[in-house]
């Protein structure tokens, strides 16, 4: 019997490997000879990088670099077990965590660190990067991260703009003669879950500036920002981010990366279950067990186990979630090609209790769902 195991993780509770030995843990009480598969996941968002590492047997290059509000901070790059390809998860240099929710300000804030990270790996020879984009605590269209990369932003007397993202209003010129000349040489791949446009009533500001510490007149200013920063782009680089999707993911760095890297948009949990090699493991397969902290309708709308369903349906292997809540009807996951799914949480409790006993709840559920196939006769 092989098992797969490829759960995203329960935000704020349990790291998708950390969930992973949970469930394996389960699986063994019951069916101690089962042949098990760890492939924790993620959609491009917080552990892209941590996961892909782990799943393809690469390593982490820790740098110290600069953090959101301009202090330094230690972050890593991770270099998959090809030993050509690095992932850089923006928040690692450049997430909300980073900043405490009393400081946290998307008009000053900067992704220059996330820059730092890249130059670290051109430094080391690296030419193929993975850009996780999620978790930003950033609003200012991966300027920061140009920046860091030599592209300098200039107002009308001349002077490179300070970090954040009101000041893309000042913007007047762009000069990429001093831009990392490597970066020609170099592919980049974005893995993103959101398609918002750069600007408007679903763009960056709109929809995630709030949650970032913006408030309505702040949202107006940055939103005003990006906006004049994407008419900049278009008027010296010939391209349209404003409205391209994806280009307000993370703050707008997703406009960075289309209008100054030529970056390729893909759904985060394509190339992660791509860059782990998702379809070989699934020969053989007997079951997947994945999950997530909530199934609801953004379950259904490309998220890592809409990923793992799509992709198991075309194997004929089944898949069982294992989840904090559940909101989806049976209809739905039919839909999503799921045939069971269960909530950890054994009753009534406080949020801080569900998410510290995550790890055992998990491994309890597991085993049930094993005791279940056994007396169906499915596994023996």
Request: hydrophobic fraction near 45%; charge should be negative; include cysteine.
């Amino acid at each position: 019997m092989k098992i797969i195991i490829a759960p995203d993780s329960f935000k704020g509770s349990i790291s998708a490997r950390a969930l992973c030995a949970s469930i394996k843990e389960g699986i063994a009480r019951v069916f101690p000879q089962a042949e098990t598969v760890e492939l924790p996941l993620a959609d491009g968002g917080e552990g892209t990088m941590e996961n892909l590492v782990y799943a393809s047997r690469g390593t982490k290059v820790d740098v110290t670099v600069t953090g959101p509000l301009g202090k330094p901070v230690r972050a890593a790059y991770g270099v998959l077990g090809d030993g050509r390809t690095v992932v850089i998860e923006m928040a690692q240099a450049s997430g909300l965590p980073l900043v405490p929710p009393e400081e946290r300000n998307p008009l000053v804030t900067t992704t220059y660190g996330t820059g730092e990270l890249i130059a670290h790996a051109l430094n080391a020879g690296y030419r193929r990067f993975i850009v996780a984009l999620g978790g930003s605590a950033t609003n200012d269209g991966g300027a920061g991260m140009m920046q860091a990369l030599g592209l300098a932003l200039l107002d009308a007397q001349g002077r490179p703009l300070p970090p954040g993202g009101a000041a893309l209003k000042q913007l007047h010129r762009i000069d990429a003669s001093g831009l990392d000349a490597r970066l020609k040489e170099s592919a980049f791949e974005v893995a993103c879950d959101v398609s918002n446009p750069l600007c408007g009533p679903q763009g960056a500001s709109a929809v995630f500036g709030p949650q970032k510490g913006a408030t309505p007149e702040m949202v107006a200013v940055l939103d005003e920002a990006l906006r004049h920063y994407g008419e900049c782009i278009r008027r010296e680089r010939g391209i349209d981010v404003i409205d391209a999707p994806g280009a307000g993911a993370a703050g707008g760095m997703g406009a960075a990366l289309l209008g100054f890297l030529d970056a390729r948009m893909r759904s985060g949990i394509d190339m992660v279950l791509e860059a782990v090699g998702w379809t070989n493991h699934l020969a053989g397969a007997d079951l997947i067990i994945t999950g997530e902290g909530k199934l609801d309708e953004q379950t259904l709308s490309g998220k890592v186990i809409a990923g793992v369903c799509r992709t198991a349906r075309e194997r004929g292997v089944p898949v069982a979630a294992l989840c904090g809540a559940m909101a989806l009807t049976g209809a739905d996951m039919d839909r999503l090609g799921l045939s069971c799914a269960f909530s950890i949480v054994k009753g009534p409790c406080r949020l801080e209790d569900a998410m510290r006993l995550a790890p055992e709840w998990a491994a309890d559920q597991a085993e049930q769902m094993m005791r279940m196939l056994r007396l169906s006769g499915v596994f023996g």
